[in-house]
T-cell receptor, first 113, second 116 residues
Framework: GDSVTQMEGPVTLSEEAFLTINCTYT??????LFWYVQYPGEGLQLLLK?????DKGSNKGFEATYRKETTSFHLEKGSVQVSDSAVYFC????????????FGKGMKLTVNP | DAGVTQSPTHLIKTRGQQVTLRCSPI?????VSWYQQVLGQGPQFIFQ???????GRGNFPDRFSARQFPNYSSELNVNALLLGDSALYLC???????????????FGPGTRLTVL
């Protein structure tokens, strides 16, 4: 079945450090890929998405590129801030018209001043 | 505009009991999905409803059921609770469902269920 594997952490970084969170997937066809973020005490929020190979999603300084050849969608940010402390989830939506999302286990990021 | 709302915020039940969780979607959204998020894990899909009909079901036992009302709000019912049902239950709404393009899902804050 469809699945997502991502770095689990937890990870602690200093402010202005470079962030990479690895995500790989297994799916039939051409899934859409997403990064969701969950801030403390809040619901999941869509951070960025990509719907086809080589698409780059970007938002709030975060970027991720849909790499079909490596079945990956790694999240990157050049300079993290304390406000980026949250749990990050990689997810996919399979083809077929359903909005069902398949999530990875999530990675908790803490950014210290 | 109000986001997705869920009630109650927290709930404590004992094994064998039944529980009902409620969700109100964003105004204008016709689809509601339910997810279970066990501590330390990613959310797992339980159900999707669109226009009061079930459009998808995840790998959960028949103890889990749901319905959607004419105003598009939804209830998730879990019977014969087990300790392993302790989790954060998330509701998400989207404008439509089943289209080729992805209909963004907006998540509520969740209901924290503890089964003792």
């Amino acid at each position: 079945g469809d699945s997502v594997t991502q770095m689990e952490g937890p990870v602690t970084l200093s402010e202005e450090a470079f962030l990479t969170i690895n995500c790989t997937y297994t799916a039939t066809g051409y899934p859409s890929l997403f990064w969701y973020v969950q801030y403390p005490g809040e619901g999941l929020q869509l951070l960025l998405k990509a719907t086809k190979a080589d698409d780059k999603g970007s938002n709030k300084g975060f970027e991720a590129t849909y790499r079909k050849e490596t079945t990956s969608f790694h999240l990157e940010k050049g300079s993290v801030q304390v406000s980026d402390s949250a749990v990050y989830f990689c997810a996919l939506r399979t083809q077929g018209g359903s909005e069902k999302l398949v999530f990875g286990k999530g990675m908790k990021l803490t950014v210290n001043p | 505009d109000a986001g997705v709302t869920q009630s109650p915020t927290h709930l404590i039940k004992t094994r064998g009991q039944q529980v009902t969780l409620r969700c109100s979607p964003i105004s204008g959204h016709k689809s509601v999905s339910w997810y279970q998020q066990v501590l330390g894990q990613g959310p797992q899909f339980i159900f999707q409803y669109y226009e009061k009909e079930e459009r998808g079901r995840g790998n959960f036992p028949d103890r889990f059921s749901a319905r959607q009302f004419p105003n598009y709000s939804s209830e998730l019912n879990v019977n014969a609770l087990l300790l392993g049902d302790s989790a954060l239950y998330l509701c998400a709404s989207s404008k439509e469902a089943g289209t080729v393009n992805y209909n963004e899902q907006f998540f509520g804050p969740g209901t924290r269920l503890t089964v003792l």
